[in-house]
């Protein structure tokens, strides 16, 4: 029961919809294939549907239409829980457990799959490691005594632990320094290239979009408006898309001054 | 003869009425407990259910004491004279602090906390174990201490349904019109429902700084 396999795309989207009970559509018809070891960028503004669609590949939601696949397999048929196994998953305050050490935090899915105590203990400190976070200095720290761009890394390190083919990543970096987030990008963009993992990532910083993508989804009011390469997505003619390259030109102009 | 001395002199009755008070209380916590945290955790998710149920616990708890353990008395099953009719009363009245906790604490636990446990592929048990009831403790423990001080106080009142405690020498001195025998009841209460403050406090501040 592991979401690799050898047919088809890692994940896929078939004209699927999300509705709230009160039968607003929050995502719309969405068709989306990702395929595997690619960076799958959501691009959109607040409301667009990212976060929505991110979350139905893991199940925390189920589309109200359509049909989600997860390397190959329909989504539905996956147990949630093996499936959320298989798919690491961070968000924009790492969610981390504020009573847990860093170590506990980071085992967290090896430990639910009961890996053994020694395997879960080496595999720890090579997560810390990959992160840039050296054990002896951070395995028995709490989150508390972290800084936020420390925390990330955490997170980053607890959702790769047990080595899921897909990571789901909504705004990672989105509440950190200017600084701090230029560098966690530059480490995270070398590491998903090292790691090929299948990502899907959400942002409304179209910087990061070009940056970390290899493909860009760019969402608009739960609609899908066109998948780009990041050359592609400066020249698009799409009014949606040209909204967020001005966005960008603009802060390249204020630079320049 | 100061009041300290009566207490002194009446030592064996003081102690086995001060174990009877503790018996009462630890019986009707016991019983509070049993219910109040399956209930508020169930309650957790059930929002308008919640307002009904917190809704009638408030209303017990506006009954007044003396009143409640009569209405318990003609109670099939429960009720008559005695202990028995007195735990269930104050169990009632333990109940409120200890469901409120329950469910604000676990409400207040940090939605990404919860939402990255679901997430990672915990099951609902392991969120509830293992995150949110861990994460709330501090909150539930502060209920806890709410009801057991109340407890030990309404408890002087049972000795009106005969189920002895240390209210027995707080009726017996109302009736002889005598401070010292109230007084032996009083103290030795109040010192109890101190100490119990006292105790959970610490523990509360130990869940919570961890």
């Not at chain 1, 397999?73 to 829980?81: E, H, K, M, Y």
């Not at chain 1, 105590?117 to 997560?127: G, T």
């Not at chain 2, 392991?126 to 861990?134: D, G, M, S, T």
Request: net charge positive; hydrophobic share 50%; charged share 20%.
């Amino acid at each position: 029961m592991n979401p690799v396999s050898d047919a088809g795309e890692a994940l896929e989207f078939s004209n699927v919809t999300f509705r709230l009970p009160s039968a607003v559509a929050l995502l719309s018809n969405l068709n989306l294939a990702v395929a595997r070891g690619e960076t799958l960028i959501l691009l959109g503004r607040s409301g667009s549907g990212k976060t929505t669609t991110l979350r139905l590949i893991n199940r925390l939601l189920e589309p109200s239409e359509g049909e989600i696949f997860i390397a190959g397999r329909a989504a539905r048929d996956w147990n949630p829980i093996q499936l959320r196994r298989g798919i690491g998953y961070v968000i924009q305050d790492a969610g981390l457990f504020p009573h847990w050490s860093v170590e506990r935090n980071v085992a967290l899915v090896p430990h639910l799959e009961n890996w053994e105590p020694e395997r879960i203990r080496a595999r720890v400190k090579e997560m810390l490691d990959l992160v840039g976070l050296p054990p002896a200095d951070f395995a028995l720290r709490k989150p508390s005594e972290l800084s936020g761009g420390q925390r990330q890394r955490v997170g980053v390190a607890r959702a790769l632990a047990a080595d899921p083919p897909i990571l789901l990543m909504d705004e990672p970096f989105g509440a950190l320094d200017p600084v701090t987030r230029a560098e966690l990008q530059r480490e995270f963009r070398s590491l998903a290239a090292r790691l090929k993992k299948t990502i899907v990532f959400v942002t409304h910083d179209v910087r990061e979009a070009l940056f970390l993508g290899t493909k860009i989804a760019l969402l608009s009011q739960g609609r899908l408006v066109n998948i780009y390469s990041p050359e592609e997505f400066l020249r698009a003619a799409e009014p949606e898309a040209r909204a967020f390259a001005a966005s960008l030109q603009m802060a390249n102009g204020e630079e320049a001054r | 003869m100061s009041w300290f001395d009566f207490l002194v002199r009446n030592r064996d009755e003081v102690l086995a009425r001060t174990v009877e008070h503790i018996g009462l209380v630890a019986a009707a916590m016991a019983i509070a407990l049993a219910i109040g945290l399956p209930l508020g955790v169930a309650l957790v998710r059930r929002r308008n259910l919640q307002r009904w149920v917190l809704g009638i616990a408030n209303v017990v708890q506006t009954i007044p004491s003396l009143a409640l353990f009569g209405f318990l008395i003609p109670v099939p099953w429960i009720g008559g004279v005695g202990a028995s009719t007195a735990i269930v009363a104050l169990a009632l009245y333990a109940l409120l602090p200890i469901l409120r906790n329950t469910c604000t604490g676990i409400m207040g636990v940090d939605a990404a906390v919860v939402e990255s446990a679901r997430a990672m592929g915990m099951t609902p048990r392991q969120v509830l174990w293992q995150v949110e009831l861990p994460l709330a403790a501090p909150v539930l423990l502060a209920g806890i201490r709410v009801a057991t001080v109340i407890s030990i106080g309404v408890t002087t009142i049972a000795a009106a349904i005969g189920a002895g405690g240390l209210g027995v020498f707080i009726f017996r001195g109302v009736a002889m019109v005598n401070n010292k025998v109230i007084l032996a009841g009083a103290i030795p209460a109040a010192l109890l429902a101190v100490f119990a403050d006292f105790a959970l406090g610490l523990v509360q501040r130990r869940l919570a700084s961890r």
